[in-house]
Each structure stands twice: as structure tokens, then as C-alpha cells.
């Protein structure tokens, strides 16, 4: 059924779409960046065929799977903001982080995971199928990081404990969000937040489809008394979201090589994804950058590509 829709749907012929399936594997291209915290990160980017038939497999089979609002990565109306949103009004959070998360979703529990949702949905899945689709969303037979395909099916299959921990949570008057591999666990009041790594190992115990390791190398205690930082935003003790004062000057110094012709592709890039952030985030920023480098400048960093004369602004 899903080979055969997807043929149908993009007149390629079943026999490609298999051929494409058994290389799979082969058609990324891997390199490493490095970890604000150290070390490198291996980043495995499918190739463009693969990605578009990726991102069809998503909207035709995983994007009927239950997703938990308590998810807030990579879906619509939901991201970096809503996450922090969610946590402004507390006092205290607690930050927890998964190893290997999307390496620790194997292609068999993904199979087993599609087949026993596709069932309680009554969409008709061949082993066929199932197998397409594993060998088309994994590599060497787990997710990886890359693919744009990973964060739609981790989210899905993180239902279950979502769901639990949004529960437990709830009745215990905390606010509990998923952030991809990150958990975030706040309270209003203190020592509130004890017992949660008992709390969350017991929330993914006998889920079949998950085999994830706490990090504590990574667990984080956060409080009101100093700014707390939630996937990258900024909870300032007046309870305020802010980029924080480093991204500031980080992106007044890049603004100022920009107008001067002074800046390299990469990093151009990377100021204009940060000037998103920031202005979505705290958007009065925004009118700060407009006092001291004029509207002109701001508004055509706003639509600017590389190859315009920026220098001559």
C-alpha cells in the first residue's frame, strides 16, 4: 500500500523506490560539528532524494501518530519560545538529557512501533512496506541526526512517556515539557523537584520501542535566583524571556562586520538565524538594533543574501 501510493503520488517507478530503500544507507553525507559543551557531534544528511521521500513517509504514515502537547520540539506552533514560555512563571527547574537519543531508536523498534500503530489506525501495512520504510528513515538500521525524518518519529514514539510524565507532573502541580532529548521539569515553589530521575525511569519502563540511558552529566538545577536558561532562552528573575547579555554582544559585533563588508559566508549565516532568534524571542531588541545601526541597515538584514554589497549600505 505505501510503496505503492508513494509511486503514484511521484511517478517513480516502485522498482526505483526499492533500489532507493536497499542503498539508503550509502546516501548521506557524514561530517562531525562541534558540541557547545565539547567533543564533536556526527551529523549524518541524507541526500536530496532520500530526504524528499523522508519527508513523505512523515506526512503519509508518522503525522497520524499521536504526538503529547508536553512535546515541543519540531512541530507547528510549538519550538524554542513555547518551550521557555511554558516555564516563565516558575521558580525552579530541573534540566535532564537523554544519550544517544536518536541512535538509541533502532530500525527494528521503528518497524515495530509503525505496525502496532498503523493496526490501532487501520492503515494497511505489508512487511513490504514496513520494510521500506525503516530501511528509507534509518542508517545502518538507527535514526540519526540529519535526517529530517528523526525528530517526527522520536516525537511519536515519545507518547507514551510524555504522556506519563505530563501526568505524574500534573498532580504533583509541576510543569513538565520535552525539548527532542532534553526534559525540563519546573515548580513553583522549593523542593518540589525531588525524585524526578526515579520519576522518569519509571515513566519509560516497559515502553518496548524505547532503550534510553540518562545523561547525568548533564542534569542541570536551575533557579529563580539566577537566570535560568531553557533550550537556549533566557528566564530572567523577573520572569522575563531574553537572548541573555553574551548572544547580545555576539550579535551587535557580527552586525557591525556586516555593514562594514567585513564578514565571511558562514558567518553571515549564522547572523542572520541568530537575528531570527533573538527577535523572536525579545523582539524590543530589535528597536535597540534600529538606534544604533539605523533602520536601513536592520530591515535589509532582514531580507539580505550574501551577495549583495553589504559594505556599501
Known amino acids: 500500500m505505501l510503496i505503492e501510493l508513494l509511486s503514484k503520488t511521484s511517478n517513480i517507478p516502485e522498482s526505483k523506490l526499492l533500489s532507493l530503500s536497499l542503498t539508503a544507507s550509502r546516501r548521506y553525507k557524514v561530517y562531525t560539528i562541534p558540541k557547545r559543551s565539547g567533543g564533536d557531534r556526527l551529523i549524518e544528511h541524507p541526500s536530496r532524494e532520500l530526504k524528499a521521500v523522508q519527508r513523505w513517509i512523515v506526512q503519509a504514515l508518522f503525522a497520524r501518530f499521536p504526538v503529547h502537547e508536553a512535546a515541543t520540539a519540531y512541530r507547528k506552533g510549538t519550538g524554542?519560545?513555547?518551550?521557555?514560555?511554558?516555564?516563565?512563571?516558575?521558580?525552579?527547574?530541573?534540566?535532564?538529557?537523554?544519550?544517544?537519543?536518536?541512535?538509541?531508536?533502532?530500525?527494528d523498534r521503528v518497524i515495530h512501533y509503525v505496525s502496532e500503530q498503523s493496526k490501532n489506525l487501520g492503515i494497511e501495512l505489508t512487511q513490504r512496506d514496513l520494510d521500506f520504510a525503516g530501511n528509507i528513515v534509518c542508517r545502518h538500521r538507527r535514526l540519526t541526526i540529519g535526517a529530517p525524518s528523526s525528530p517526527a518519529i522520536t516525537n511519536t514514539m515519545m507518547f507514551e512517556f510524555d504522556r506519563r510524565m505530563h501526568e505524574v507532573c500534573q498532580r504533583r502541580g509541576l510543569v513538565f515539557t520535552r525539548y527532542a532529548d532534553d526534559i525540563f521539569v519546573s515548580s513553583f515553589e522549593p523542593r518540589e523537584l525531588g525524585g524526578l530521575e526515579a520519576l522518569i525511569v519509571q515513566s519509560k519502563r516497559d515502553i518496548p520501542h524505547l532503550r534510553l540511558r540518562l545523561n547525568h552529566q548533564k542534569t542541570t538545577y536551575l533557579s529563580k535566583k539566577y537566570s535560568r536558561k531553557?533550550?537556549?532562552?533566557?528566564?530572567?528573575?523577573?520572569?522575563t524571556l531574553s537572548i541573555g547579555r553574551e548572544r547580545k554582544r555576539e550579535i551587535k559585533a557580527l552586525v557591525h562586520k556586516w555593514i562594514k563588508g567585513d564578514i565571511e559566508p558562514q558567518k553571515f549565516y549564522y547572523l542572520k538565524g541568530l537575528f531570527a532568534f533573538a527577535i523572536d524571542i525579545?523582539?524590543?531588541?530589535e528597536a535597540r538594533l534600529i538606534e544604533k545601526y539605523g533602520k536601513a541597515h536592520i530591515q535589509r538584514l532582514r531580507s539580505a543574501k550574501f551577495d549583495l554589497p553589504i559594505g556599501l549600505i
Open 230 to 239: 531553557i533550550t537556549g532562552v533566557v528566564i530572567t528573575p523577573q520572569h
Open 282 to 285: 525579545e523582539p524590543q531588541f
Open 80 to 107: 524554542i519560545r513555547e518551550n521557555a514560555e511554558r516555564h516563565r512563571q516558575t521558580k525552579f527547574t530541573n534540566r535532564y538529557d537523554f544519550s544517544s537519543f536518536f541512535p538509541s531508536f533502532s530500525q
